[in-house]
Structure formats: structure tokens, C-alpha cells
């Protein structure tokens, strides 16, 4: 069945420093999403990308999509303590389809 | 909206008592979740249902888990007996659609068996 990996699993940086997390799928995605769950939280949605290629900002974070549609990345660009959290990439096969989550990447991040 | 309401917040029971959790969608959205998570496995779906109708239950583990939607507003999932394995946190999530929109999610049930 399809599957999403995320790598890596967990990621500890100094603040102020760079983040990306990789998702990789085992088959060709209609689109992906990307979450994010705070400590004691619930995954909260952030984006969603949908067009080979795509990249999207959302302030100091951006969201690609690959060409072939099977992986994607989330850049953070100098860390700040409230990025702490686990982000989920979720990929769906068809408009039709559930999605599939991703283990997740734990990030912390130390003062 | 108050988002999606899941209640209790907090369940402790023994092995082999029924355990019922609760939750109320965002109103309008056809689509309702359930999801279980442990540091183990993951974000697992568990079922999914489309105005009320279940349409995949292929992610519940086995027949002591059971979810029933009787109405647009409230969904139960029902594990009868439960064993220390189904310790974990179950979350439900609500959306217009299925992969092309997004899912909200409620606080979670943090369900522990003794």
C-alpha cells in the first residue's frame, strides 16, 4: 500500500539555526499537506501543495513539492522556540482518497 | 465555531471495561476522523465516514473497536473489552472533504488502561 516516510525523525537545533524535514512517498501523490503538532497539542493543518514543482511561504517557512510529485520538504529558516513541535507531512493518491500520514519529525529547538 | 469537541479529555480504566469516546464536528463539515496516536506507531486513521455513512474502516485494529455516526453532529468510537494496548491518544477530525481539504482536529482523548 502507499506509504509516507519522513526523515529524520527527530532534530535538535540551536535557535536561530536552520530546519528541513524530507517526505518521501512510494507512489506519485495528487497533493500533500504538511502539520504541525505542538507538544501535548493536536495537529494543527499549515499548507497544502498540489502542483508539481510548487513552493510555498508562510513566513520564515517554505513548503516544496517535487517534480515527479512523490516528495516534499519543509524549510524553517532560523529557528525560533515556538517552531517546537512534531510536523506531519500528509500525502493523498487521488482527490478521492485519504491521506496517509507521515511519522512525523520532532523538532526542538534550544534556546 | 468552537471546533471540533471531544469529550472526555482524560479516560483511565481497567482492562476489560468498555470505553466510549465522543466527538462533535465542526458544523457543515461531511466528513468526521478518527485517529489514533502512540509514540510507537504513530498517527494511525482508524475509520472515516462521509455524511454519517462509514466508508473505511480498514485502519481498526480488530472487532473490540466500533464507531458508530448516528447524526451530522456526533460520532462515538466504542472499545469493548479494553487491554493496556489500546492506551494511547485517539483523535477525531473534521472536513469538507477527503484529501483536498483540510482536516481539523480536536484536543484528543488521552485514554489510559490498567
Known amino acids: 500500500g502507499q506509504q509516507v516516510m519522513q526523515i529524520p525523525q527527530y532534530q535538535h537545533v540551536q535557535e536561530g539555526e536552520d530546519f528541513t524535514t524530507y517526505c518521501n512517498s512510494s507512489t506519485t501523490l495528487s497533493n500533500i499537506q504538511w502539520y504541525k503538532q505542538r507538544p501535548g497539542g493536536h495537529p494543527v493543518f499549515l499548507i497544502q501543495?498540489?502542483?508539481?514543482?510548487e513552493v510555498k511561504k508562510q513566513k520564515r517557512l517554505t513548503f516544496q513539492f517535487g517534480e515527479a510529485k512523490k516528495n516534499s520538504s519543509l524549510h524553517i529558516t532560523a529557528t525560533q522556540t515556538t517552531d517546537v513541535g512534531t510536523y506531519f507531512c500528509?500525502?493523498?493518491?487521488?482527490?478521492?482518497?485519504?491521506?496517509?500520514f507521515g511519522p512525523g519529525t520532532s523538532l526542538s529547538v534550544i534556546p | 465555531d468552537a471546533g471540533v469537541i471531544q469529550s472526555p479529555r482524560h479516560e483511565v480504566t481497567e482492562m476489560g471495561q468498555e470505553v466510549t469516546l465522543r466527538c462533535k464536528p465542526i458544523?457543515?463539515?461531511?466528513?468526521l476522523f478518527w485517529y489514533r496516536q502512540t509514540m510507537m506507531r504513530g498517527l494511525e486513521l482508524l475509520i472515516y465516514?462521509?455524511?454519517?455513512?462509514?466508508?473505511?474502516d480498514s485502519g481498526m485494529p480488530e472487532d473490540r473497536f466500533s464507531a458508530k455516526m448516528p447524526n451530522a453532529s456526533f460520532s462515538t468510537l466504542k472499545i469493548q473489552p479494553s487491554e493496556p494496548r489500546d492506551s494511547a491518544v485517539y483523535f477525531c477530525a473534521s472536513s469538507f472533504g477527503t484529501g483536498n481539504y483540510e482536516q481539523y482536529f480536536g484536543p484528543g482523548t488521552r485514554l489510559t488502561v490498567t
Open positions: 465516514f462521509n455524511n454519517n455513512v462509514p466508508i473505511d
Open positions: 458544523s457543515g463539515h461531511d466528513y
Open positions: 501543495l498540489v502542483k508539481s514543482g
Open positions: 500528509a500525502g493523498l493518491k487521488t482527490s478521492y482518497d485519504k491521506v496517509i
